[in-house]
Nanobody
Framework: QVQLVESGGGLVQPGGSLRLSCTAS????????MGWYRQAPGKQREMVAR???????IYSNSVKGRFTISRDNAKNTVALQMNGLKPEDTAVYYC????????WGLGTQVTVSS
């Protein structure tokens, strides 16, 4: 059974930092393109950051320079370090794994508010 389990969300003040983590099980992790997506209330889900099997990265323009995605193939984890958080970063953040099949985690809430 494939599982993607996110952790690390929470409430943070503007300008603060959070680190999200996603642990995958049931897949050959190093075969998968991994990513983080987010969905704010009333909006469509959008790509935040992706990392290839050889650790090349791509970011949305809205988070470039503030967020960093990384992966540890030995631990089957992908992380998202989020710095300089803004209220508009408030959303549910989802872990994503893509290869021949796409899998999603259940999401973790990130709220940026004073």
């Amino acid at each position: 059974q494939v599982q993607l389990v996110e952790s690390g969300g929470g409430l943070v003040q503007p300008g603060g930092s959070l680190r999200l983590s996603c642990t995958a099980s049931g897949i050959q992790f190093d075969y998968y393109l991994m990513g983080w997506y987010r969905q704010a209330p009333g909006k469509q889900r959008e790509m935040v950051a992706r990392i290839t099997t050889d650790s090349r990265t791509i970011y949305s323009n809205s988070v470039k320079g503030r967020f960093t995605i990384s992966r540890d193939n030995a631990k089957n984890t992908v992380a998202l370090q989020m710095n300089g958080l803004k209220p508009e970063d408030t959303a549910v953040y989802y872990c994503n794994a893509e290869f021949t099949t796409t899998y999603w985690g259940l999401g973790t809430q990130v709220t940026v508010s004073s």
